[in-house]
């Protein structure tokens, strides 16, 4: 599943790419992909309005139109929001098809149909329709502190990786990043949350912010079907310290990669840099 790094970038090429474009048109090619309301009003309330502001919440692409209406979108396991400048070939995984009026096209793709848009009106917030959104912990990048992660830490047993899955304490990191941020801070992923001592804290969340800010650089993770605005795949799974390297050596000590399942995930992470 896309994760903040891999959304992040979807946001900035969306935002560059479609600013200011108006909506000719809006066909739906598969009736699953829209969440909120039925396809009919869909289709008509975001038909004739233009695009004036792009943000995200976690894993959530939220999208202002000009009448102060709104799209969101959660990509999910395969969903892909690209720009096409001259209409193009079109992905037998089309799901909805945007036209502008610039002749500028935006397609949702998504091979395994799990990925949803919304439609906000305006006046009602996007937290009204996507009740998820009122749950969501802190945005890492910008209001994760040390302090908030030792009171909500305090009385957890789960394993850190688990804690750190949970969109409501965290928002917007997944597998991928909670196991390069947990390999730089040596912190063994089934190791217990409330074990963590302010310290480390500190340390975790200083290599949260690094990892993430790496991700969004290289352009995301392409692991399976992720891609960005234009089509192209990221590179951070090239550059990754231990996710996807399963018996590989150790960047740092040459020891092989681990394995283990932590709250259903595969957690991937050295012994002997990561002592448990």
Same mark, same amino acid.
């Given at each position: 599943? !896309?994760?903040? !790094?891999?959304?992040?970038?979807?946001?900035?090429?969306?935002?560059?790419?479609?600013?200011?474009?108006?909506?000719? &048109?809006?066909?739906?090619?598969?009736?699953e992909?829209?969440?909120?309301?039925?396809? @009919?009003?869909?289709?008509?309330?975001?038909s004739? @309005?233009?695009?004036?502001?792009?943000f995200?919440?976690?894993?959530?692409?939220? +999208?202002?139109?000009?009448?102060?209406s709104?799209?969101?979108?959660?990509?999910? +396991?395969?969903?892909?929001?690209?720009?096409?400048?001259?209409?193009? #070939?079109?992905?037998r995984?089309?799901?909805?098809? /945007?036209?502008?009026?610039?002749?500028?096209?935006?397609?949702?793709?998504?091979?395994?149909?799990?990925?949803?848009?919304?439609?906000?009106? !305006?006046?009602?917030? /996007?937290?009204?329709?996507?009740?998820?959104? =009122?749950?969501?912990?802190?945005?890492?990048l =910008?209001?994760? =502190?040390a302090?908030?992660?030792?009171?909500? %830490?305090?009385?957890?047993?789960?394993?850190?990786?688990?804690?750190?899955?949970?969109? #409501?304490?965290? *928002?917007?990191i997944?597998?991928?990043?909670?196991?390069?941020?947990? %390999?730089?801070?040596?912190?063994?992923?089934?190791?217990?949350? &409330?074990?963590?001592?302010?310290?480390?804290?500190?340390?975790?969340?200083?290599?949260i912010?690094?990892?993430?800010?790496?991700?969004?650089v290289?352009?995301?993770?392409?692991i399976?079907?992720?891609?960005?605005?234009?089509?192209?795949?990221?590179?951070?799974?090239?550059?990754?310290?231990?996710?996807?390297?399963?018996?590989?050596?150790?960047?740092i000590? =040459? *020891?092989?990669?681990k @394995?283990?399942?932590?709250?259903?995930?595969?957690?991937?992470?050295?012994?002997?840099?990561?002592?448990?």
């Amino acid at each position: 599943m !896309p994760e903040l !790094p891999e959304v992040e970038c979807v946001l900035r090429g969306l935002e560059k790419s479609l600013c200011g474009e108006r909506i000719q &048109s809006v066909k739906v090619l598969r009736k699953e992909s829209i969440a909120s309301p039925s396809v @009919r009003l869909f289709v008509k309330a975001v038909s004739g @309005r233009a695009f004036a502001e792009f943000f995200r919440r976690g894993k959530y692409l939220l +999208m202002r139109l000009d009448d102060q209406s709104g799209l969101a979108c959660h990509l999910r +396991m395969s969903g892909a929001l690209v720009v096409k400048e001259d209409g193009g #070939e079109k992905n037998r995984h089309l799901r909805v098809l /945007f036209k502008m009026n610039s002749g500028k096209e935006l397609h949702f793709e998504d091979m395994r149909v799990f990925g949803r848009l919304w439609y906000v009106k !305006p006046a009602v917030s /996007f937290a009204q329709v996507i009740p998820a959104l =009122t749950k969501m912990g802190p945005e890492p990048l =910008t209001d994760l =502190t040390a302090k908030y992660l030792a009171e909500k %830490f305090a009385s957890r047993r789960q394993a850190v990786k688990a804690a750190l899955l949970d969109q #409501e304490l965290v *928002a917007g990191i997944g597998n991928i990043y909670a196991d390069e941020v947990l %390999f730089l801070s040596g912190i063994h992923p089934q190791k217990k949350a &409330s074990d963590l001592k302010l310290k480390k804290l500190e340390q975790l969340v200083e290599n949260i912010q690094l990892v993430l800010q790496q991700a969004i650089v290289a352009g995301g993770s392409s692991i399976r079907d992720y891609k960005n605005s234009q089509g192209v795949n990221g590179n951070y799974q090239n550059e990754a310290y231990v996710y996807g390297r399963y018996g590989l050596h150790c960047v740092i000590c =040459t *020891a092989s990669i681990k @394995r283990a399942k932590v709250a259903g995930r595969s957690s991937h992470y050295c012994p002997r840099c990561q002592k448990r």
